[in-house]
């Protein structure tokens, strides 16, 4: 689970891996916390709904719809990534159909937000023509000023050509996208091993099974480090050309988006 914050009064509780059915109970009395689990199927979504309204009499304050196109690990199986039966554009109008009665029942409004692949101001109109009620980007916001990876991790964005974005299988237990990296290529040769398991920061994580520390690894390459990590990326990581500050990315974005209205 990551908790980020957003403001000074208001914080956003995210729930990554796995479904975060006791979420709510986390909740202190009158808090203004909103809490948006992450999801990557409808039915995902309605479990949720259902058990944090039966358990908890609480819906979520909105709900992130994370698809196979994202960075970072996915919650897809690796078979199911590729498959058009779980793109992005089929899980918005499946997971929007899902919670409209529950927004219907008890009168209250839980937004969709887009994840995964949507790179342009036109792939934000055609998400959002689908029912989406925003979107969350990634990748393109990576090869900014702003952003504080290190500059060869933005590089290795700008450097990487599509056949560079690969699937990886974390040692979490969930696939992940990345660029290729010689690390990865050692991992994928047997050459790694990890000598200590610092963190304990997930279950699913055997250091026995395990050939590296994925948290270590992406630290690494936050850095810069791509013989001992990798960067996560979107699917679109290829399409970027040069550092911008955020100011010009938004101008970009919303004159594709005007350009498609
Ligand atoms: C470098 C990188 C690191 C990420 N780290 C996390 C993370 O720690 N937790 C998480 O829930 N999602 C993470 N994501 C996923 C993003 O939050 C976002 O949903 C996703 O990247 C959107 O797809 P896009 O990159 O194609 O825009 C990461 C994505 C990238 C590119």
Redesign the pocket.
């Known amino acids: 689970m990551?908790k980020t914050a957003i403001s000074e009064k208001v914080d956003i509780i995210?729930a990554?891996a796995g479904l975060p059915l006791d979420l709510p109970s986390f909740l202190n009395k009158g808090s203004k916390t909103k809490l948006v689990p992450?999801v990557s199927s409808a039915r995902a979504a309605k479990i949720i709904c259902e058990k944090w309204k039966t358990n908890y009499d609480y819906l979520p304050d909105a709900v992130i719809v994370?698809g196979p196109?994202?960075?970072?690990?996915l919650g897809f199986k690796e078979e199911q990534i590729f498959d058009k039966d779980f793109c992005l554009e089929k899980l918005v109008p499946e997971i929007v159909n899902e919670l409209r009665p529950f927004e219907e029942k008890y009168n209250q409004l839980i937004p969709l937000i887009a994840?995964?692949?949507?790179?342009t101001g036109e792939d934000i109109h055609k998400i959002l023509e689908l029912g989406a009620s925003g979107v969350?980007?990634?990748?393109?916001f990576?090869t900014t000023e702003e952003c504080d990876a290190s500059p060869a991790f933005k590089q290795s964005y700008i450097d990487a050509t599509e056949k560079d974005i690969e699937i990886i299988r974390s040692p979490v237990g969930m696939p992940g996208r990345a660029i290729l990296s010689s690390f990865i290529e050692k991992v994928r040769d047997g050459k790694k091993q990890p000598k200590k398991c610092p963190f304990k920061c997930i279950k699913t994580c055997d250091i026995s099974k395990s050939p590296y520390c994925i948290i270590i690894a992406l630290i690494n390459a936050l850095k810069g480090n791509f013989d001992h990590g990798y960067?996560?990326?979107?699917?679109?990581a290829f399409r970027a050309t040069k550092i911008t500050t955020v100011k010009e990315l938004f101008q970009s974005i919303l004159k594709e988006y005007k350009a498609t209205t």
């Not at 960067?231 to 679109?236: C, D, E, L, T, V």
């Open positions: 990551i995210i990554g992450i994370e196109k994202a960075g970072g690990h994840a995964g692949g949507i790179y969350q980007m990634g990748t393109r990576v960067a996560f990326a979107g699917s679109n």
